[in-house]
């Protein structure tokens, strides 16, 4: 499903009154959503919605697909960059808003947005050449789509990742059932259950990011980046490396899940959402406590789908993971108590293996393709 801009709804309200004002006082001034742009020999794609924190819509998807493509076969482009503007986000997720309103009229909306918003996300992972995601920001959900399956991946100390989508009902979708299991034990699905927040360097250390950069470097090393004259991924991950090399900001600090790696590996080791959740309530711990409480918060389909979505995912390939993704999408578009906070069903038990295993049949000749 898709991807929850979270605790900023209210915020997005009182922007979007904002918008309307502002939109009265310079009404001819269109600013575009999304920037494509050649630099040098760089594709630059910038996400440019800063007062939503650059949530991204299918209109900036559909120009983002095929300009993807174009640079992919343009002799004269060696690499493509992806960034945000505004300073506070990469891209803080899908702009779910329309799309869930859409879902429950049962417009075409909530078929495209995720079909086109996946097809996207395989380009990604599947991009020929050197494909770099300057995640200096809020980084969650459709964001991490946008970036977590290219080649490169640079986080900074404002990075703060997420995949919080257990917290509205959803699954941690674009992709999570792939890149999450790969992740090191159990790590992916701890990150997934709870929707747990990494920052900075730690988004690197989880394997989230393949490089740690300070901030204030980031428009250097864009500039390098695209006076580079080689688009070998060797030589865009030299540059890379002596950038993070310079970077020293908290390289002291150990990992933040470092101490409980090993809990986590053998708590989250049981073949069902309940078995986890009786793990941390008999461990006792204060970390288990807190986890057990944060679980029991979250709807509990969700935590079934995505236990699922990630055991599965992790022998398949990211396009079957999407094709699965596409269905369980569809699934929670026709469920009615999204953004509840009171779920239906309330408690694990009576979530039926039978409901969760619906979620993920086949949609026949509207499964999706690429
Ligand atoms: C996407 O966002 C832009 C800028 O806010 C808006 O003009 C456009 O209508 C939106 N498109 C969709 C499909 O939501
Ligand atoms: C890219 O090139 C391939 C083969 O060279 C071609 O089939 C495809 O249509 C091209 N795509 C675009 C968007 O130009
Ligand atoms: C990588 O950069 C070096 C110079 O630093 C250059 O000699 C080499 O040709 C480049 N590699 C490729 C594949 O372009
Ligand atoms: C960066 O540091 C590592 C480890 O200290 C070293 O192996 C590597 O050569 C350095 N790379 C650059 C480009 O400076």
């Known amino acids: 499903c898709p991807h ?50 650059n949530a991204l819509n299918l209109s900036m998807i559909r120009q983002i697909s095929p300009q993807l493509k174009k640079w992919e076969n343009d002799t004269e482009t060696d690499i493509i960059i992806i960034k945000g503007v505004g300073g506070k986000a990469f891209c803080a997720g899908g ?29 990604i992972g599947t991009c020929r050449k050197p494909y770099i995601a300057l995640i200096d920001g809020i980084t969650m959900g459709g964001g991490v789509g946008l970036s977590v399956h290219g080649r490169f991946r640079v986080a900074t100390e404002k990075t703060l990742f997420a995949m919080p989508e257990t917290a509205i009902g959803l699954f941690p979708d674009v992709g999570g059932g792939h890149f999450l299991p790969r992740l090191r034990g159990k790590l992916g699905l701890f990150l997934a259950l709870t929707g747990f927040r990494l920052k900075g360097r730690d988004v690197q250390r989880a394997g989230v990011a393949t490089h740690f950069v300070e901030s204030k470097k980031i428009p250097d090393l864009e500039r390098e980046l ?23 900001l908290d390289s002291e600090k150990p990992f933040v899940l470092h101490q409980h790696m090993s809990d986590i590996d053998r708590l989250f080791s049981s073949s069902s959402v309940e078995g986890i959740l009786q793990n941390l309530k008999a461990d006792g711990s204060e970390f288990s406590k807190k986890q057990a409480e944060i679980l029991s918060k979250m709807s509990p389909t969700s935590l079934k789908i995505t236990y699922k979505q990630l055991q599965a995912g992790a022998s398949l390939s990211l396009q ?32 039926s293996d039978q409901s969760v295993d619906q979620c993920f049949s086949s949609l026949g000749e509207k499964d999706l393709t690429f």
Not at 98 to 109: F, H, I, M, R, W
Not at 226 to 242: F, H, I
């Open 4 to 53: 929850p801009v979270l605790n900023v709804s209210s915020r997005l309200r009182s922007l979007s009154r904002l918008q309307r004002i502002q939109g009265h006082m310079m009404s001819s001034h269109v600013e575009p959503e999304v920037l494509l742009e050649k630099v040098g020999r760089a594709g630059v794609i910038t996400m440019n919605r800063p007062k939503v924190l």
């Open 95 to 123: 702009d779910i808003r329309a799309v869930t309103e859409a879902g429950k009229l049962g417009d075409s909306l909530a078929q495209d947005f995720f079909r086109e918003e996946y097809i996207l996300n395989n380009a």
């Open 226 to 248: 695209v006076e580079l004259k080689s688009s070998s991924a060797e030589n865009v991950s030299r540059v890379l490396d002596s950038y993070q090399n310079q970077s020293t």
């Open 320 to 351: 079957d993971v999407l094709v699965m993704e596409y269905r369980l999408s569809q699934a929670c578009m026709v469920q009615t108590n999204r953004l509840n906070p009171k779920w239906n069903p309330s408690t694990l038990e009576e979530v």
